[in-house]
């Protein structure tokens, strides 16, 4: 593929062409598998099919059965806790199409959510159906997929209104047309959000009524998260087509631990407190701290990833205030980082950036 980043459906299909081969359980209508294969596709079978998600089973098994129902879903959780992924993984393995995606903003209009105009037309012709310019919801409604609503907390408050008819109802007036749009079978919304960023909008009480929620948590364990880490900087890795690098387990370990310690405000043994910056720290901003180390260590290093090759990435990712965060930053490398013997390389490359 010569595309950056393929759609879920496309980079994993001959994984999904396996599950529907093999998948003999009830699918509900409009799905492309049953609900243990979607499961299954998401968490991987230790042979196969490679996981998706790592965290609880039982967490994309809730996710998945509420799919199955009438109810849409909601995926809750701190910024970096894969719910874009997952939702992704989810609509590809459903409905084998994850581009029905309306991508919340603050400048998100309701149009995105219900419908628009093709305005020469309806200038030419007046208001008509060809004229109509549907939303990604609607198409999902009209074809029976699942629908995805990103940072959805980050839309308006009346724009994340327009979803209650469509989530309660099932149904899209069109009243320009004098007519409707009935969801197909099949169709769905899993949406997105968090209340930790900035920006955030609260759902209302009658919006939050019609989504089952699904919180998704940080990694419960350091093992868990350098799993995660360490899977998808190899993996973005072979899709960025980085030069072959030494990737030291001991520098993911290094970086995970950092942002666990920081994000948690004391460190691993329990002994010191320490202050957290700003910024979330997620999951996610260590991958990519990692993945810019990496592409460092290839292009302007010797191929061996080291502290040097992390250390401004973790500066950046830290201090989002640039000055509370720096304060914090300073004490926690002074604390604890130069106390640790088998840190002192690290210690002095986090100094010179800093």
Not at 36 to 42: K, P, Q, S
Not at 82 to 91: D, G, N, Q, R, Y
Not at 298 to 315: K, S, W
Not at 319 to 328: L, M
Request: a negative charge.
């Amino acid at each position: 593929m010569t595309v950056l980043r393929p759609h879920a459906e496309d980079q994993y299909a001959e994984e999904l062409a396996i599950l529907a081969k093999t998948d003999e359980r009830p699918r509900p209508p409009g799905w492309k598998l049953s609900p243990w294969a979607v499961t299954t596709y998401i968490v991987g079978d230790g042979d196969q099919i490679t996981p998706k998600y790592i965290g609880p089973r039982r967490i994309v098994e809730v996710a998945v059965a509420t799919l199955a129902t009438d109810r849409a879903l909601l995926l809750l959780g701190v910024p970096g806790t894969a719910k874009t992924w997952l939702s992704e993984h989810l609509a590809a393995a459903v409905s084998g199409d994850s581009t029905l995606l309306v991508q919340g903003t603050a400048g998100t209009a309701e149009e995105a959510v219900r419908y628009g105009w093709n305005y020469a037309r309806l200038l030419a012709e007046g208001p008509s159906r060809e004229a109509l310019t549907p939303s990604p919801i609607m198409r999902a409604m009209a074809e029976g997929r699942l629908a995805r609503v990103e940072e959805l907390t980050r839309m308006p408050s009346d724009v994340q209104d327009a979803l209650i008819t469509v989530l309660s109802e099932k149904t899209m007036p069109v009243p320009e047309l004098a007519t409707e749009v009935q969801a197909t079978r099949g169709f769905n919304v899993i949406a997105t959000a968090n209340d930790r960023d900035r920006g955030v909008n609260e759902l209302s009480s009658a919006l939050r009524r019609r989504f089952n929620t699904v919180v998704l948590p940080v990694p419960a364990s350091e093992d868990e998260e350098v799993d995660i880490v360490s899977r998808r900087v190899a993996q973005l890795g072979r899709s960025l087509e980085l030069p072959e690098t030494t990737t030291a387990m001991e520098e993911i370990r290094r970086v995970v631990t950092v942002f666990r310690e920081l994000r948690s405000g004391t460190t691993s043994d329990g002994r010191t407190t320490v202050k957290s910056p700003s910024g979330t720290l997620s999951t996610a901003e260590a991958i990519s701290v990692l993945t810019s180390g990496i592409a460092l260590a290839a292009h302007f290093g010797d191929g061996v990833l080291r502290p040097g090759d992390v250390a401004a990435g973790i500066v950046g990712a830290v201090i989002q205030d640039p000055v509370s965060d720096r304060v914090i930053w300073g004490e926690y490398l002074e604390t604890v980082v130069r106390e640790r013997p088998e840190w002192r390389d690290f210690y002095r490359a986090c100094r010179d950036v800093s």
